[in-house]
């Protein structure tokens, strides 16, 4: 049975052009900033690629450069998530721009002085992949603070825009560099844009975050956003299309450099062609994207855009001269911005503004681990068979994987409006209690007409879901053995203050599923809630 199509968000109608959160000042210097950070993460990678292949002939250590460049992010996504949900995160912005500054340098002048080997080129390319998986969270969570709801969907599609224009910017800038300077070039004038964008965004002033509650401990913002990711039918079903999507299309990346030195008089310009082509091809579809959302499904974009890109990869492999090549390059740019765009929209829209940072985090970590273990997988299979019959292999598995999905993973029949409410009043203790003392249990008390206790168990596993999503221990349902229609609802909190953020988080599709408890509640009172902190009791 095929899984149902997503739904489309619950908002107004789409922006009138591509370009309407341009209009805001913030957003529009943020994403200039993001335009100058990803040129230079492509003059990188570019520079990087290419070095390797002067270094070493092995399909392996060079498609092991896309690994290093995304290894990161599958490792330090979560947590630099977390931190980017209870830091602050535009000093945490200007952070990562320093430390990929720092790392361009010393990747500089290691080529310069003639001192890179392979393992070296493929640890500082780790190196500068740590300030991508920091910074890429961060940004993530920024973006929908900034425009209004309805214009998200464009925000990210501009997003796009800047990822593939630095994509087409970065390697022709970098192929210069390259043919007429050398690569120590390209990495020195990494250096110099990053210190600039810093430079940038020590000029912007975030809105501070208001609460009067401590900050998240950092193991503890690391499980609750794991536990809300698992829990959101939406986010998986997402994460379970982006690992489909990147095992089959990163063997176009990984082995591009390959593709490019195979064809005829191939070299550092012939790789740049061919990646200034995709770039150009997700700009030119990302412009279109929100005249397209209207006309088409986002099922059928989704579906539409894995097989285009699978076979817009297999032309490329077999493609006998760089202007194919390089015409099914843009083909596969503009199915990659439609699916990828798509995908970062949905999850979006999935989280909520306190977790959001850690949930586009472990979005991205599955992202870019489905790229890193796609890159090894698809360099060791071109090392055994050639690099054309590697992407043929590597379109067939991912449609292979995209048709068992959709037997598998269902999208949720209904978004969830993830709007803030603050409607509840926050509990008044008899004693005072310290922030960090715990574990507290809450006890629910609710009386049930027994004709109605299925329709009341299915209500209360959605509260299940919901009550673990924001952070509890542990959480239970029991039912009175003398009173028939009697039950008695648990949870645990780690502390006192992990309690109180309950009401901070507490959302629109929050107050609708405490109406559906409570209309089943027969009392002449609401349900009774009883609220426990653990006493410490020496031995």
């Not at 977390?82 to 990747?107: G, K, N, P, S």
């Not at 961060?138 to 997003?159: D, F, G, H, Q, T």
């Amino acid at each position: 049975m095929s899984s149902p199509e997503p739904p489309a968000p619950a908002s107004p109608a789409e922006p009138q052009t591509a370009w309407a959160p341009l209009r805001h000042r913030t957003f529009r210097m943020l994403w200039l900033t993001w335009l100058a950070s990803n040129a230079c993460m492509w003059m990188n990678d570019v520079a990087a690629a290419w070095l390797m292949t002067s270094l070493t002939t092995s399909p392996v250590l060079i498609a092991l450069v896309q690994s290093a460049a995304t290894l990161p992010v599958f490792l330090l996504g979560l947590p630099s998530g977390a931190l980017a949900d209870i830091l602050d995160r535009r000093r945490m912005f200007i952070f990562t721009q320093f430390w990929v500054a720092a790392i361009a340098t010393v990747a500089g002048l290691t080529v310069l002085a003639g001192a890179m080997t392979a393992p070296l080129l493929l640890a500082v390319t780790f190196g500068s992949g740590i300030g991508l998986a920091l910074r890429w969270p961060v940004y993530a969570a920024i973006v929908p603070e900034l425009v209004p709801r309805r214009e998200l969907s464009a925000a990210v599609a501009l997003n796009g825009i800047a990822m593939n224009t630095s994509r087409v910017v970065g390697p022709v800038v970098a192929g210069a560099i390259i043919a007429g300077a050398g690569s120590g070039w390209v990495f020195l004038l990494n250096a110099a844009l990053s210190l600039l964008a810093a430079l940038a965004l020590l000029h912007w002033r975030s809105e501070p975050k208001s609460s009067v509650l401590p900050g998240e401990r950092f193991v503890g913002a690391i499980r609750v956003g794991f536990q809300y990711v698992a829990r959101s039918q939406v986010m998986r079903a997402v994460l379970a299309r982006v690992a489909i999507f990147f095992l089959q299309s990163t063997a176009l990346m990984a082995l591009l450099p390959l593709v490019a030195r195979g064809m005829p008089g191939g070299n550092a310009w012939t790789y740049t062609v061919l990646l200034a082509s995709m770039g150009a091809g997700a700009v030119a579809a990302a412009l279109f994207l929100p005249r397209l959302r209207v006309l088409i499904s986002r099922e059928r974009l989704l579906r539409d855009g894995t097989v285009v890109q699978a076979a817009a990869m297999v032309v490329v492999g077999f493609a006998p001269g760089v202007w194919l090549a390089a015409s099914a390059m843009f083909v596969a740019g503009a199915a990659w911005i439609s699916v990828v765009n798509t995908l970062t929209v949905y999850s979006q829209l999935a989280l909520p503004d306190w977790v959001r940072a850690r949930g586009m985090a472990m979005y991205m970590m599955v992202m870019m681990g489905a790229s890193a273990a796609a890159a090894a997988l698809w360099g060791q299979s071109a090392a055994l068979i050639d690099v054309r019959w590697t992407f043929v292999a590597a379109a067939a598995t991912g449609l292979a994987a995209l048709w068992l999905k959709r037997r598998v993973v269902y999208w949720p029949e209904a978004e969830e409006d993830l709007t803030p409410a603050r409607i509840l009043k926050e509990p008044t203790p008899a004693f005072e209690i310290a922030h960090g003392r715990g574990p507290v249990m809450v006890t629910v008390q609710y009386q049930i007409d027994p004709a109605r206790t299925q329709e009341f168990l299915a209500v209360m596993q959605a509260s299940r879901i919901n009550r673990l999503q924001k952070g509890a221990l542990s959480w239970g349902l029991f039912q009175d053995t003398e009173r028939p229609g009697r039950f008695v609802e648990y949870f645990l909190d780690e502390s006192w203050a992990d309690h109180l953020r309950r009401f901070e988080r507490f959302t629109a599709a929050d107050a609708d599923l405490r109406e559906r408890r409570n209309a089943l509640h027969t009392g002449g009172d609401p349900p009774k809630v009883t609220r426990y902190v653990a006493e410490a009791i020496d031995r």
